[in-house]
């Protein structure tokens, strides 16, 4: 089975001061995980990916996730806030099964408010 | 590079009539494509997963006689949402992965649908 939990569905920072947006993972293959995040009335954007090499991952904006295969978690964090990150962000995990069928699932999304 | 567009961008429809949406990757070829829904201020939805020139695979609780999907060439799937509803109105997202072990989705910038 295959879900993703995103344990806080806001989180509010002030500029400047570190982000912790929170994923946790199950999945019964070697799965794929990813950061996407939605701007207002904008498309999806990728902003990292983990697909089994490296398990801390470096992303645009300044964005990062590390994978921890014994918590099965992929938290996304980011060292400074900026006004400009304020927008909803999902978690998501991809795994290929047996029969080469991709299952996807979204997380709940977190929104990120950032307070100037 | 890995563009996805989607057509229309938005649409208003009557209640009884179908409507199709077109999701093309506009410069490689997307061996897989997903469609999502998408209610305001909630998560994604992932409708169903189609592989090219195959039947595609509805997640559980979406009829596949009402969203009809169709993914004909390696850069065009197209959702048609049959005897649309009041209810049916919401944004559907389509995205398309190229495959090749990576499982990352380019998304397309979505359509928005009312049914009146």
């Known amino acids: 089975a295959q879900s993703v939990t995103q344990l806080d569905s806001h989180v509010s920072v002030s500029e400047g001061t570190p982000v912790l947006l929170r994923c946790n993972y199950s999945s019964s293959y070697s799965p794929s995980l990813f950061w996407y995040v939605q701007h207002p009335n904008k498309g999806l954007q990728l902003l990292l990916k983990y697909t089994s090499a490296a398990t801390l991952v470096k992303g645009i904006n300044g964005f990062e996730a590390e994978f921890k295969k014994s918590e099965t978690s992929f938290h996304l964090t980011k060292p400074s806030a900026h006004m400009s990150d304020a927008a909803e962000y999902f978690c998501v995990v991809s795994e290929t099964g047996s029969g080469g069928y991709q299952k996807v699932t979204f997380g709940t999304g977190t929104k990120l408010q950032v307070i100037p | 590079g890995a563009v996805v567009s989607q057509h229309p961008s938005w649409v208003i429809c009557k209640s009884g009539t179908s409507v199709k949406i077109e999701c093309r990757s506009l410069?490689?070829?997307?061996?897989?494509m997903f469609w999502y829904r998408q209610f305001p201020k909630q998560s994604l939805m992932l409708m169903a997963t189609?592989?090219?020139?195959?039947?595609?695979?509805?997640e559980q609780g979406v009829e596949k006689d009402k969203f009809l999907i169709n993914h004909a060439s390696l850069t065009l799937s197209t959702l048609t949402v049959t005897s649309a509803h009041p209810e049916d109105s919401s944004f559907y997202i389509c995205?398309?992965?190229?495959?090749?072990?990576?499982?990352?989705?380019?998304f397309g910038p979505g359509t928005r649908l009312t049914v009146t």
């Open positions: 189609s592989n090219e020139g195959s039947k595609a695979t509805y």
């Open positions: 995205s398309a992965s190229a495959g090749q072990g990576t499982n990352e989705q380019y």
């Open positions: 410069d490689f070829q997307a061996t897989t």
